[in-house]
Nanobody, 127 residues
Framework: QVQLVESGGGLVQAGGSLRLSCAPA????????VAWFRRAPGKGREVVAA????????YYLDFVKGRFTISRDNAKNTVYLQMNSLKPEDTAVYYC????????????????????WGQGTQVTVSS
């Protein structure tokens, strides 16, 4: 059962940009905190960015700060991850995740907090 649907992955050269999108299947997103995780070949899954339910607070992995931007448009029921200045080290499967919360400003970067997941979208950055 697909809970979250990601799109926007692909192949890009180093220095290029991609925008990932995440939308829920059959539910509204405005009561959920959302995050993007990634799993690179041979590595564990790590959080890349997270956004609060309100959209007012965010968290970023140090390696992507200044290059990636997470945002949400609750009117469109979609969360985005804008990825600029991509590096080969960003190559991974990217997953959208979410959990429902009553706390509009809380951001949680821990994987265990998230109980809805997408199937992932491949991002490949060539050197």
């Amino acid at each position: 059962q697909v809970q979250l649907v990601e799109s926007g992955g692909g192949l890009v050269q180093a220095g290029g940009s991609l925008r990932l999108s995440c939308a829920p299947a059959g539910r509204t997103f405005n009561t959920y905190a959302v995050a993007w995780f990634r799993r690179a070949p041979g590595k564990g899954r790590e959080v890349v960015a997270a956004v609060s339910r309100s959209g007012g607070n965010t968290y970023y992995l140090d390696f992507v700060k200044g290059r990636f931007t997470i945002s949400r448009d609750n009117a469109k029921n979609t969360v985005y991850l804008q990825m600029n200045s991509l590096k080969p080290e960003d190559t991974a499967v990217y997953y959208c995740a979410a959990y429902q919360t009553v706390r509009p400003g809380w951001v949680d970067p821990t994987e265990g907090a998230y109980d809805l997941w997408g199937q992932g979208t491949q991002v490949t950055v060539s050197s």
